[in-house]
């Protein structure tokens, strides 16, 4: 049966507006160093540096699920994405898997790999409808690998250089074909590094699709902190960079644009993690129902109304007759497809480049929020400063979407060449709706529609 994926939302650009995935930290150790992690941190490779995840047992992952669909219905995907890597744990893993399936209908089963183990367990993935998979890819060319790779350590044994990093590809491009070849839908994930794969991820894009990847999704590195990467002193490179690799590799593939490089605990809307609020607790007593399965079931259904509606308006402002000049515009949203979010609050920018009718997002851009409750103007840290990296993050963009924005931040992303639109309602139609007035921005925020 070949994998659906309109409601994933990493698989499913329109599907992260209305679907949430789970991810549950069952997997604690690692069978490589990559050299932008720090064990003590989350797998870099799916996710990002922050908090330890708090690691779960099986049984209370699925308890922590079960509890979680009674407040998030639009919950469609589970994931195990590490803390380390999920195959170097196959026995939480594999548990975990054996006790969600089947378990709620509608749920999707995931899996983030560095890929040494993954044709090993192929059948047993199979077996347990895991009907997509990540493997991050970061090199096909073991000399480049060997920059990237510390040790990768494989049947008791610790291999080092160019040994390391060809048996781990020899895995990882096994893995993939086992995995097309099992009708599972494979994303492969990799973390640009400047001046060590930024300018060979075509080809990796073009290796990978040979043997049956369905998207590339090319993230920005984020060093964790003490490691050798970051000892090296190798830099996180800027948007443009990455944007770059994404265009070349999107001639081949579809490119993934709107990774949040989650945690590895990460709840809720892709640009939206409840996980930090809730601690990695895990639930006692008896789960309290608030949703039947049929209620899930409607409410599944009238999302995918509202995606569909979404699709509609897209397919239809996107003819070539649409035209013009093409304008980059950020967007400040927490989900649903809405600008809803107002500049002080945002955690992370999407942007999209609009051409006339035509809209197509080009990545997210994280930021610190400006209106963070600790920053304070004049000090090191403060508001001046996340304004000024923040309209660095912007710097291409011509129009800030946004619910709402104090006189201070509008004035000075103004003085930057961001003129700011304070809007609230569905970002495909204001998005053209911005683009089709860009000769008129004068520089004041145009307030509420
Ligand atoms: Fe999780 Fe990954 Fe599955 Fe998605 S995340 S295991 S495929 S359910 Fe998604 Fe998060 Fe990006 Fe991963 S936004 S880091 S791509
Ligand atoms: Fe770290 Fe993930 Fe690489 Fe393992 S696969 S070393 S956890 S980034």
Known sequence: MEPNHSRHPCYDEDAHHFFARMHVAVAP????????????????????P????????????????????????????????????????????????????????????CLSTNGLRLAEFADRI?????????????????????????????????????????????R?????????????????NSVLIPGVNDCHLEEVTARVKELGAFTHNIMPLILSPGSPYEKEGVKEPKPSMVLKA???????????????????????L?????????????????????????????????????????????????????????????????????VNVHFGHAKEFLVYEVTGKSTRLLGVRKVQAYCNGTAQCGTPGGKSVILEETSEMLSDCKVLLCSGIGESPMRLLKEKGIVTLTRKGDIEELLIESARYQHYFTGCAISGA
């Open 29 to 48: 150790g690692c069978n490589i160093r990559c050299n932008y992690c720090n064990r003590k941190y989350d797998c870099v490779s799916e996710s990002r």
């Open 50 to 109: 922050g908090v330890v995840s708090k690691v779960l047992s099986p049984e209370e992952a699925v308890r922590k699920v079960e509890t979680t669909l009674q407040t998030l219905p639009q919950l469609t995907v589970i994931g195990v994405a590490g803390p380390g890597d999920p195959l170097a744990n196959p026995e939480a893993t594999f548990e975990t898997f054996r006790l969600l399936n089947g378990k709620v209908p509608g749920l999707h089963l």
């Open 126 to 170: 199979a077996e347990l409808s895991i009907r997509h998979v990540t493997v991050t890819v970061n090199a096909v060319d073991p000399r480049i690998g060997e920059k990237i790779y510390g040790w990768v350590a494989d049947g008791g044994k610790v291999y080092r250089g160019l040994e390391a990093s060809e048996l781990l590809l020899e």
């Open 172 to 188: 990882q491009l096994k893995g993939i074909r086992m995995m097309a070849e099992r009708g599972i839908a494979i994303k492969v």
């Open 246 to 268: 994404q265009e070349a590799s999107s001639r081949l593939l579809p490119v993934m644009r709107h990774c949040r490089q989650c945690r590895a605990d990460a709840v809720g």
């Open 270 to 338: 892709l640009g939206e993690d409840t996980s930090v609020a809730d601690k990695g607790k895990v639930p006692e007593g008896p789960v309290k129902r608030i949703f039947t399965m049929e209620q899930r079931e409607k409410k599944l259904k009238e999302l995918d109304a509202a995606m569909e509606a979404k699709r509609k308006v897209k397919a239809g402002s996107s003819s070539p007759a649409a035209g013009g000049s093409a304008i980059r515009i950020a967007v400040a949203t927490r989900g649903g497809g809405k």
